[in-house]
């Protein structure tokens, strides 16, 4: 199995700034990438951004220029700084590691959220 340990969820006023972080441990041989996904209540999971382990990134146009996704896949953790944040944003954000465990299987894992609210 695997774990994850997310943090950094919260409220926080239009235009403020939070950071979530995301470790994983574990079954884990390898990581292959890590990102973040949100979900709004009514609507579908949406990409935000994602990290690979040759350190590409990428980014939901929506969140362009106002998120920037950082980490190391070697060591397990993601991190997703937000700034400028906006009412749309208010989601719950899950991690995500797209992994190899010991039996080399390889799959998606999913934590279990953190809530980011952005609200005055």
């Known amino acids: 199995q695997v774990q994850f340990v997310e943090s950094g969820g919260g409220l926080v006023q239009p235009g403020g700034s939070l950071r979530l972080s995301c470790a994983a441990s574990?079954?884990?041989?390898?990581?292959?990438?890590m990102g973040w996904y949100r979900q709004a209540p009514g609507k579908q999971r949406e990409l935000v951004a994602t990290?690979?382990?040759?350190?590409?990134?990428n980014y939901a146009n929506s969140v362009k220029g106002r998120f920037t996704i950082s980490g190391d896949t070697a060591k397990n953790t993601v991190y997703l700084q937000m700034n400028s944040l906006k009412p749309e944003d208010t989601a719950v954000y899950y991690c995500t590691a797209n992994l190899m465990d010991y039996t080399r299987r390889r799959t998606d894992y999913w934590g279990q959220g953190t809530q980011v609210t952005v609200s005055s």
């Open positions: 990290l690979t382990s040759t350190a590409n990134t």
């Open positions: 574990g079954n884990i041989f390898t990581i292959y990438a």
